[in-house]
């Protein structure tokens, strides 16, 4: 099986700062990882992913690290914006079995 | 045209009753999901379909059933509904091939209420 856990359930930033949302997971066969966003009252949606033999990788200002000695996954959020705030989740996909964390809820202040 | 389109996105009912939700995705894709979000945000699979096949069933009560006429369908029926039972539904699709990420893409999400 598979655990994924977050550090953070809440963070709250201010609009213009950068936002990490942290993500801890269990199995290391995993070999795939991606970050879901999801705005109240709808589903989740694709941001960015990452293959196991990558440890960074950007996107239009998301941010990916994965540093697996540890087994942790972050996204950073650039010039964070009030269409950020939403819930955060993290998947875990070893053989293409999707595990999710708890999800973290990012509030951008004005 | 909405990819993975899920109805109805809100469902209010009593205790005991039998109910459906339906999906569909209109992006050719071979596998789809039923996960349950509950009060937390915490996302869970319930099954998945490949080809009409199920493939992945977890510890779920036999109330639910899913079932799947074809690819592009796949519909969740829930009998004897209980208190336990309210969450919202998302219906999920993917297809994964060779050189090709396997990306969930997710329905708005149906909202079921027992009363």
């Known amino acids: 099986g598979e655990s994924v856990g977050l550090h953070l359930p809440t963070l709250s930033v201010q609009e213009g700062d950068n936002s990490i949302i942290n993500c801890a997971y269990s199995n290391s066969a995993s070999d795939y990882f991606i970050w879901y966003k999801q705005e109240s009252g709808k589903g989740p949606q694709f941001i960015i992913d990452i293959r196991s033999n990558m440890d960074k990788r950007q996107g239009q200002r998301v941010t990916v690290l994965l540093n697996k000695t540890v087994k942790h996954l972050s996204l950073q959020i650039a010039a964070t914006q009030p269409g950020d705030s939403a819930v955060y989740f993290c998947?875990?996909?070893?053989?293409?079995?999707?595990?999710f964390g708890s999800g973290t809820k990012l509030n951008v202040k004005p | 045209d909405t990819a993975v389109s899920q109805t109805p996105k809100y469902l209010v009912t009593q205790m005991g009753n039998d109910k459906s939700i339906k999906c569909e995705q209109n992006l050719g894709h071979d596998t789809m999901y039923w996960y349950k979000q509950d009060s937390k945000k915490f996302l869970k699979i319930m099954f998945s379909?490949?080809?009409?096949?199920?493939?992945i069933n977890e510890t779920v009560p036999n109330r639910f059933s899913p079932k799947s006429p074809d690819k592009a369908h796949l519909n969740l029926h829930i009998n004897s509904l209980e208190l336990g039972d309210s969450a919202v539904y998302f219906c999920a699709s993917s297809q994964a091939g060779e050189g090709r990420a396997n990306v969930l893409t997710f329905g708005a999400g149906s909202r079921l209420t027992v009363l």
């Open positions: 998947a875990v996909v070893p053989r293409n079995k999707f595990y």
């Open positions: 379909y490949n080809n009409k096949e199920l493939i």
